[in-house]
Nanobody
Framework: QVQLAESGGGLVQAGGSLRLSCAGS????????LGWFRQAPGKEREFVAA???????YYADSVKGRFTISRDNAKNAVYLEMNSLKPGDTAAYYC????????????????WGQGTQVTVSS
């Protein structure tokens, strides 16, 4: 049973910060590239950030300089620190595990969490 579980979403004012966490069970995160995606109502799921086996980081242009992805293989976890949040960041955020690096497309990931909602108010 492979399961990824996100946590840390919530409501925050514009300019604020949130830290999302994703814990995996039923698999070791160590050999995977780990990613964060987000999806707003009526829109396609879009790439946010990814981190590779050795720590290489990749970001969507829209979040560069504001978001930071990190991983802790010992804890089987991946994190997304979000700063200077904007209303446009409002979406359901999903973590995922894949085997390709870099991986910026939905189809490149094998496992997905259920999502956690992030809402940024003006």
């Amino acid at each position: 049973q492979v399961q990824l579980a996100e946590s840390g979403g919530g409501l925050v004012q514009a300019g604020g910060s949130l830290r999302l966490s994703c814990a995996g069970s039923g698999l070791s995160f160590s050999p995977y590239v780990l990613g964060w995606f987000r999806q707003a109502p009526g829109k396609e799921r879009e790439f946010v950030a990814a981190i590779g086996w050795s720590g290489g980081r990749y970001y969507a242009d829209s979040v560069k300089g504001r978001f930071t992805i990190s991983r802790d293989n010992a804890k089987n976890a991946v994190y997304l620190e979000m700063n200077s949040l904007k209303p446009g960041d409002t979406a359901a955020y999903y973590c995922a595990a894949g085997v390709r690096e870099p991986a910026k497309e939905v189809y490149e990931y094998n496992y997905w969490g259920q999502g956690t909602q992030v809402t940024v108010s003006s």
